[in-house]
């Protein structure tokens, strides 16, 4: 199975950028006067009992002005000191002020916050290195803690800011996802559940969301939350300019889009549901023209039809392939021997037959793994030509030619001549790569035998050029030999001069 190795969180939370300004070279932008609040101000035109409602309404919606200014501040200096990098990691990062109050007059913040700047300055530098240290892996972690710190201060003194709650919930995602830490997962579920009862218009809440579900193994929860961040995200196109110029999403929202789709198509696999997941791949495809999108997509619908729907079968045929390349051919054979009894169509069977008797052959039970092999390659449909109807059977007659080739070298070492002759015979009856290496040991050991050495000799050299230029040699040699005991002069010089040019 093939899959899209994205970061999501941290896609998301690059492309979520905060509206306020990230200007951190001066504080002149920050509104230095707070304005007057009365106890309960009546404006012309509104009676009083209209307007005690309001102050009511207000009071659940907002916070002081200065403190709104003083999280705004905050959310500013994040920025400030946002890293990102294009080979290893993209990520918010902020030191707090430890003097937040009086912020418009005090030299000493204005003095911080310049010293903040040449702190983004290096962290940006050492997250564009291309060779990380551990040493600045701590630091990338200890930016990212700072970075959280800042935001949760943000959002006491403002917890009705929305990008706030939408930043913070997405840093906790990032934390978790970096330490594997199922805790900070939860955190910024919390967040971000609360976030998108106000805001169910932003697909990025959405997103993050269904992220964190998916870390946690919530898949049902995680393909809910994809769907609806690829539902915001149409709603929110059609209000774009990129939709009214040209009648469609515009390349940014196209890769969200196919995102959304791909990664609800994931969460549906490992919820063992095929239709679905196959739906939304499907879907998928529709929003993206990269080729590796693409490869990787139809990989994914294949992985689910492998087996005709049968996904834990499937997910049982990969973990036992690793075992396999791995070097754990035992744990492997077992494996393939209890997964043929599950499996639901032919195809499967018969892949499963191939790779356990490879993996016999590899154990060294040469007898097991040939017969295992032959069975496969006889119920297998050929054309007129011997030749697999499903080409993805080439390789199954590959290997069984092979195996039964390099079986007969065994035993020939071993000078059971008659018995290897049998099975380099057998591994000229299908049609493989190599088939000529056979043909030509055949011809070899039945020299004595003039007339049918010739003919396994000429079938060789009818696939003389699957032989390497030993190979060659020594057929030529066999021929011209073959031909002068035989007294056809003529066709033995005619095999010699091919000998020479080699």
């Not at 190599?434 to 020299?447: K, P, V």
Request: net charge negative.
């Amino acid at each position: 199975m093939k899959t899209i190795h994205y970061y999501l969180i941290m896609l998301l939370f690059i492309s979520s950028a905060c509206a306020t300004s990230s200007s951190y070279g001066t504080l002149a932008d920050v509104d230095e006067k707070v304005p007057d609040e009365r106890e309960l101000m009546i404006p012309a035109g509104v009676d009083s009992l209209t307007a005690q409602e309001s102050r009511q309404l207000a009071d659940s919606s907002f916070v002081a002005y200065q403190k709104e200014q003083e999280a705004q501040l905050l959310i500013r200096q994040a920025n400030a000191y946002r890293a990102e990098s294009d080979t290893l990691w993209h990520y918010l990062s902020l030191e707090s002020a430890d003097e937040k109050e009086e912020y418009a007059d005090d030299p000493a913040f204005i003095e911080s916050f310049n010293e903040g700047a040449e702190k983004f300055t290096e962290a940006r530098s050492i997250a564009q290195q291309s060779d990380v240290s551990e040493q600045d892996i701590l630091r990338y972690e200890q930016l990212v803690d700072n970075a959280i710190q800042s935001f949760e201060e943000a959002l006491v003194l403002n917890p009705f800011d929305t990008q706030t709650r939408l930043i913070l919930g997405q840093l906790y995602g990032v934390k978790a996802s970096r330490l594997n830490n199922i805790a900070e997962h939860k955190k910024a579920i919390d967040v971000l559940e609360k976030l998108i009862r106000i805001e169910k218009g932003e697909h990025v809440v959405y997103a993050s969301l269904a992220e964190n579900y998916f870390r946690v193994n919530s898949y049902e929860k995680a393909a809910k939350h994809f769907r609806n961040a690829r539902e915001a995200l149409k709603n929110t196109a059609l209000l774009t300019e990129d939709y009214y110029e040209y009648g469609g999403l515009s390349p940014q929202d196209s890769l969200n889009t196919f995102l959304y789709s791909y990664y609800t198509g994931e969460a549906f696999i490992n919820l063992f549901d095929a239709d679905h997941a196959i739906k939304e791949f499907e879907t998928a495809l529709n929003y993206t023209s990269s080729e590796s999108d693409i490869e990787a997509t139809n990989s994914q619908i294949e992985f689910i039809n492998w087996d005709d729907g049968n996904i834990l079968g499937s997910m049982r045929r990969d973990s036992l392939i690793t075992l396999a390349s791995n070097g754990k051919m035992e744990e492997a054979e077992s494996g393939f021997k209890d997964l043929l009894t599950s499996l639901k169509t032919i195809s499967a069977r018969d892949e499963i037959d191939w790779r356990l008797g490879v993996v016999q052959y590899q154990l060294g039970k040469q007898e097991v793994a040939v017969e295992r092999l032959l069975q496969l390659v006889q119920r297998t449909e050929t054309d007129l030509n011997d030749v697999p109807v499903d080409t993805l059977y080439n390789r199954y007659f590959d290997d069984f030619g092979t195996i039964a080739y390099n079986f007969g070298i065994q035993l020939l070492n071993q000078n059971e001549r008659s018995l290897a002759l049998k099975y380099f015979n057998q591994s000229t009856k299908v049609s493989w790569q190599h088939r000529a290496r056979s043909y030509l040991q055949i011809a070899n050991l039945i020299s004595n035998n003039i007339k049918e050495s010739i003919r396994f000799a000429q079938l060789a050299e009818k696939e003389v050029d699957s032989l390497s230029d030993q190979d060659k040699k020594a057929l030529y040699e066999l021929l011209a030999d073959l031909h002068r005991r035989n007294r056809n002069i003529e066709v033995a010089q005619h095999y010699f001069q091919l000998w020479r040019e080699i």
